[in-house]
């Protein structure tokens, strides 16, 4: 702990790199109603703060540093009479613009109140950026960030504009909460906690960082003056018909699908300068793939004989179903804000998240407790204090610390005596489940980042916001995986190998990330400018072999290896220019261009993987140990992002946005292959890859008015790359024929041409709310082959369409005074059954030529048929929910 607390202080001192902002601006001008004229010292402030402004000689001002969420504003001087705007919104980096009339108080009225209408044209936007509010949040059917993430246009099943996994930056109140290991996100707020979602899909300004194609700026709620609170709770199952291939979903229970999520916020009881939010959510849900326990892990069968009257079936399950894609999450949030002053802020916060989960193998259908069980832990710990210098200049200055934990085994235990021998799974033959047998691997990864921030924010003048920052992480990583041993050398009972054997690699790094950047933010009536320079530095902290073909050499050796066949990685920089600029063309349209450059560290694992440099000549390997080793000099990944665009207001209440990108990715990930001892295939990880990025997108929201909202989002386009997967060389080459590599581009395995999603909602607030939610694309691409056999070239054929459309409905009764509401959500109303996956024979999910094919019977306890059932290739099958809801 002591540790831990030294690090964060050490990276705050050094502003010890990828944050973002998370407060907004308002902007305006007070005139006299009458005569039109500039009004002088017009005091304007924020109703229930002590945010506030004068009007300058020109009638205008501004109010920054101002957290995202919904205002009254009031403007007031002597001789007029006061007016107030209500339902102003403020989201993050954008201005809210606000002008006022005042009546001089010769005109006999009362105190004049509006209700502000956020402008459906977002004059001061220079990229795609959708922000989602939590009024908005609470008004669909998702369960989560990711599921609101994708029905933003141009995103595909989380690949933002065609790029690969891990290029997107999530942000939780600025901070990353990237995994650097892997590069994906491993900490996710709960929706329930959350003020503002932020989705940055194009160019981003300078401020953002380590991140080649988006960004997602989760803004969490604030500790509010007053007490207010929620409790809800729901259940529910999945309900379908098709029982052939989902097993055991027509049992229905409620423990298969448990949620219970609590907020409260307020004063701190007897401490007037304190406030705090608090919120936790338990999560379950059994899955809808079960497996039948028809054997246990130390069973032992014998099907060799060609004779099945003598085959043996040594299965001791008890029959029951097993889940085997269940999801149980616990996360729990704290946030203290301390007010130390006028004009200072100072906020405590923590989310812990635990998560258990397995993902389905098909092979381990009839001994689904011979599979691995994961588990991931994530901690954010973060400190933040603001210090408004002036009316026009405040600072941020952050410090926090991440943790990111993931495990994966079948026991805990190394040693524990389930584990058993790995022939065991060879009891069957091919096409055949499994009749016994454990997966023998540990792998576990641990990251801890420290990281420190400091961003200075000033508005110059009416025109100008400059922006500037300096901000850097620590790394502290720790990786393991080994083989559990249970065979005749170990007396079959389970033992380790050494460290620094093939199959145990263990290894530590600690590299840091600098960052600085600039940006000014210049906005007149005809024009808006988002400009800025960004520069990384990255400090790799490893080595990298100098000759891989002489690989072979190693293994006379025992870590620690000479440094003589070794080189130190070398610092890596980069400087990135962004500009954006947006015409208002008219009251009631705006066109804006953008461009930039993005620069992104790959993730850790392909830096440091296989540290021990031990490549066997026999064996397979699961996917995470592999024949591959790892290269701490990777250059940056880059991309180079082009974009034009339109907002046009229609009507009132209803606007179209337009917007054409292409996107230049280089510097990709990819193998760069090598032979050991003259046959042994394997690779160095190396900057070798490249993809091209082109598409439109067409948006038309109808703001919820009336009674009725509606958005309509279509996105057209084709990503295609050298390869969809860093591994894809090795894999073509150990293929059977081998595969040549591509030279042209191919589609990426994500390149979904065309794009659908509609959302609507319907109903009156604190009455009845009714909301669906429609998605329809075309399908995603595949490799057409025959008996294992490439018939065509890569990703030239699509597998079918995807359909889904999922349903909300809620209800507001009263109850002992506080506000009561019951919900329904049901999700793929129509019971679609989706091909997620498909058999390269047919392009289909549900039938494959292997079952026409003249071939032996499977040697064991399932027929062709069962074996070549799918239900992972399927999309899941409908889900109800019933719950409720309790304010106070």
């Known amino acids: 702990m002591k540790q831990i607390v030294a690090n964060v202080f050490l990276s705050t001192v050094l502003i010890a790199a990828a944050h973002g902002g998370t407060t907004g601006k308002i902007a305006g001008k007070v005139i006299d109603a ?116 994708n029905l933003q246009a141009g995103v595909v099943e989380g690949h933002f504009r065609g790029g690969r996994n891990g290029e997107v930056k999530y942000l939780i109140d600025g901070i990353s909460v990237n995994d650097v290991f892997s590069g994906a996100s491993t900490l996710e707020p709960e929706v329930n906690s959350v003020q503002e979602v932020q989705v940055l899909i194009g160019t981003f300004n300078a401020e953002y960082g380590e991140a080649l194609s988006g960004v997602v700026n989760q803004v969490t709620k604030i500790a509010r003056d007053n007490y207010s609170g929620q409790i809800s709770l729901y259940t529910g199952d999945y309900a379908s018909s098709r029982t052939t291939l989902f097993h055991n979903v027509d049992h229905v229970s409620p423990s298969d699908l448990q949620n219970l999520e609590v907020s409260l916020s307020g004063p701190v009881p007897g401490v007037s300068f304190m406030k705090f939010y608090i919120s936790g959510r338990y999560f379950y849900d059994d899955g809808y793939i079960y497996g039948k326990r028809m054997f246990n892990p130390p069973d032992s069968s014998n099907f060799s004989s060609n004779d099945p009257a003598q085959w043996y079936n040594g299965g001791t399950g008890d029959g029951k179903y097993v889940p085997m894609n269940y999801n149980r999450r616990s996360t729990y949030q704290g946030k203290v804000s301390f007010d130390v002053g006028t004009g200072k802020g100072f906020i405590l916060q923590g989310i812990i998240q635990n998560q258990e989960y397995k ?50 085994y079948v026991y805990e235990d190394p040693l524990d005596p389930r584990y058993v021998n790995p022939e065991r799974m060879r009891d ?82 600690t590299p840091y990330q600098l960052a600085a950047y600039v940006q000014d933010k210049i906005e007149l009536d005809y024009l808006i400018v988002n400009v800025g320079f960004r520069y990384d530095y990255f400090e790799p902290d490893g080595k990298t072999l100098n000759n891989p073909d002489r690989i072979a050499e190693l293994d006379q050796f025992q870590p620690p290896f000479p440094d003589s066949l070794f080189s130190k990685a070398k610092a890596k920089y980069q400087l990135s220019p962004r500009v ?30 296989n540290p021990n440099f031990r490549i066997p000549l026999t064996g397979s390997f699961p996917e995470f140990v592999g024949n591959a080793i790892g290269n701490a000099d990777l250059e940056p990944q880059s991309t180079t992002m082009y974009e034009i665009g339109l ?28 032979l050991k001892n003259d046959f042994k295939l394997f690779g160095e990880y190396v900057n070798r890859d490249y993809g091209a990025v082109k598409g439109f997108t067409i948006s038309l929201e109808n ?16 990503a295609r790359g050298h390869a969809s997967d860093p591994n894809d060389d090795f894999n073509k080459a150990q293929a059977s024929p081998p595969v040549e590599s591509n030279k042209e581009l191919v589609p990426l395995n994500w390149d979904r041409r065309h794009s659908l999603n509609v959302t609507l909602t319907t109903g009156t607030p604190g009455d009845f709310i009714a909301s ?90 399932n027929t062709l048929a069962e074996y070549f059932t799918r239900p992972d290739f399927f999309s899941s099958p409908r889900q109800v929910v019933f719950g409720t809801l309790i304010s106070f």
């Open 34 to 149: 009458q005569t039109k004229e500039a009004l002088i010292g017009v005091n304007v402030i924020i109703s229930g703060t002590a945010m506030g402004a004068s009007t300058d000689l020109d009638g205008n001002y501004f109010i920054i540093n101002i957290p995202p969420g919904t205002y009254r504003l009031r403007a007031s001087m002597v001789g007029y009479t006061p007016a107030e705007v209500n339902n102003v919104i403020v989201s993050v980096d954008q201005t809210t613009k606000i002008d006022f009339d005042l009546q001089s108080q010769d005109v006999q009225l009362g105190s004049v109140v509006i209700v502000a209408d956020r402008p459906i044209v977002q004059k001061d936007l220079t990229s795609t950026t959708s922000t989602v509010t939590s009024d908005q949040i609470s008004k669909l059917p998702i369960e989560n960030v990711s599921s609101l993430v």
């Open 359 to 408: 993902s389905y193998d098909h092979q381990f259908q009839l001994n689904p407790d011979g599979d691995y069980r994961r588990f991931q832990k994530s901690y954010l710990g973060m400190a933040s204090f603001n210090q408004v210098l002036s009316a026009s200049a405040f600072i941020d200055l952050n410090a926090s610390v991440f943790l990111s934990d993931y495990k994966q």
């Open 428 to 509: 069957v033959g091919g096409n055949a489940f499994l009749t016994a047998g454990t997966q023998n691997w540990h792998f576990s990864h641990h990251s801890v980042t420290y990281s420190g921030k400091l961003d200075y924010t000033t508005q110059l003048t009416t025109i100008h916001q400059l922006k500037a920052g300096f901000d850097g992480q620590r790394h502290s990583l720790g990786y393991e995986d080994f083989q559990v041993h249970v065979d005749a050398s170990s007396g079959f009972k389970p033992a380790l190998p050494k460290p620094g054997d093939f199959d145990y690699n263990v290894y530590s790094n």
């Open 580 to 609: 954006g600029i947006s015409f208002p063309i008219s009251e009631r349209g705006a066109v804006h261009l953008s461009y930039g450059h993005f620069f992104q560290i790959p993730p850790f694992e392909f830096l440091y993987k």
């Open 647 to 674: 907002q046009h207001e229609l009507a009132a209440n209803l606007g179209v946005t337009v917007t054409a990108y292409y996107k230049d990715i280089r510097n990709l990930l990819g193998l760069q292959l090598h």
């Open 703 to 718: 703001r919820f008015s009336d009674g009725f909202g509606a958005n309509i989002d279509y996105t057209y386009q084709v």
């Open 772 to 861: 669906a939610i429609g998605r329809l694309g075309t399908g995603l691409p595949y490799t057409p082959s025959l008996f294992n056999q490439r018939t065509g070239l890569e990703n030239s054929d699509n597998r079918p369409a995807f359909f889904n459309v999922d349903l909300y409905f809620t209800k507001e009764l009263g109850f002992t005074g506080m506000p009561l509401s019951i919900f329904l959500k049901v999700y793929n109303l129509f019971d679609t059954a989706n091909e997620i996956n498909v058999f390269g024979d047919t392009g289909r999910a549900g039938y494959t030529l292997e079952l026409t094919r003249a071939q032996q019977a499977p040697r064991g306890v």
